[in-house]
């Protein structure tokens, strides 16, 4: 009965937003919504039918890479809004995340003694999915390291592990898996939920405020990549490089710490880090509702981009659903960026164009374009889906 409800409440929405103009103005149709993401996915999912064999980009690769760990967080969320909307693609796509998860026993890349965040990306998917095991074990290792960081350009002075995290990409790929992980234990009862909050909001706090002098830019609002782009380094035009999806990769990281810890005594913390990369998005936003992949300079190589363009609505679609957005003045924004981004980017046969490969700054994997494949097609897709099932649910709680 609960089923049939929610499948009423959707066709009933539906109709609505079908029959009323000035709703259609600066609402898009959940169906068409729906209707594109599995246009997307399923091009996908042809391509690479078994979710647990190897990717190839230049050599091989195990497909728990990060780049397939963003994936599988877009698709486990459109596979929950197929579940809430009846969608008939619910088990096809629960089965390709637990097949995935089973061939590689749950386990991030390169076993549970990684410090690589990159490399427990892919841990996100896996808590959403119930298995938390290696998940464990890899962040009880990170947690109990002696050691300083690991990684290139990790040679500043931090408390054991704290300062692995030296690239902002980072900040995505790990500190949810530290959230989730906290409230799988918190919902067991289990004490020991603290550390991963204090760990992942400790790793937070220092590539925020300690690397490189702080790779967040507190005035500006805006984050350099890594410390590669702190000042002196300058932009073509003389301003800051903040790279869009690197910008983007942080957004949804606050984003998904909040969603998993409302609990946090840091939430208070990483709602104020994104109201302030909020305001400052909405200033840099473009004219034809995308942002440039150099957010502060238009002229190095300007273009169309969707993945960080996508990761932005995603991140301003949750601040409205969860009331920390005004939805009078970010709801039309999200939905006409939205329909950009369908009109512009999608292919009839669901292939993402405008989606800048891999890279660090605004000059790698150019040129971006409609036509041409990045050199890893599943991240890109990931973003994708994010934005659009925030968007489903926006129209499902909103006016």
Known sequence: ????????????????????PAIAQTQANNR???????????YFLKKYPDAGAPTF?????????????????????????????CGDKYETYRKYIYDWGEAHNWTPRNG???????????????????????????????????????????NMKSKGSDGDW???????????????MSAVKRRLGDKSYEKYDEKGWDMYEFIRDSIAGGLYNKKEGLWWRDADFVPPYKEPNGRNCYWSRGNGWVYAALVRAMEALPESKHYKSYKKDYLAMTKALVKCQRTDLYWNVSLHDESNYGGKEMSGTALFIYGMAWGVNNGLLNE????????????????????????????QGTGKEPK?????????????DDYGL??????????????????
């Not at 068409?32 to 399923?42: F, G, R, S, Y």
């Open 364 to 376: 790698d994997s150019q040129p971006v374009t409609y036509d041409r494949e990045p050199d890893f």
């Open 57 to 85: 980009v230049k050599k091989e690769r195990p497909s728990n890479l990060w780049t397939r760990g963003v994936y599988f967080e877009g698709l486990w969320y459109l596979t929950e809004t197929e579940r809430l909307l």
């Open 112 to 154: 549970v003694t990684t410090r690589d965040a990159d490399d427990y990306c892919c841990c996100q998917t896996y808590l959403d999915m119930g298995h938390y095991e290696m998940t464990q074990k890899c962040l009880d290792n990170i947690i109990n390291a002696k050691t300083t960081p690991w990684a290139p350009g990790g």
């Open 32 to 42: 068409d919504i729906l209707k594109v993401m599995e246009l997307a996915n399923d």
């Open 166 to 180: 030296t690239w902002i990409d980072a900040i995505q790929m790990g500190l949810p898996v530290f959230c989730k």
């Open 1 to 20: 009965m609960r089923k049939i409800l929610k499948c009423l409440s959707f066709i009933l929405l539906t109709s609505l937003t079908q029959t009323t």
């Open 328 to 355: 009078s003045k970010y709801k039309p924004l999200i939905i006409s960026t939205w329909n950009a981004i369908v009109k512009d980017c999608v292919h009839k046969n669901g292939f993402l164009g405008y989606v």
């Open 382 to 399: 990931g973003c994708f889906l994010l934005a659009g099932c925030e968007i489903i649910k926006m129209n499902n709680t909103t006016k």
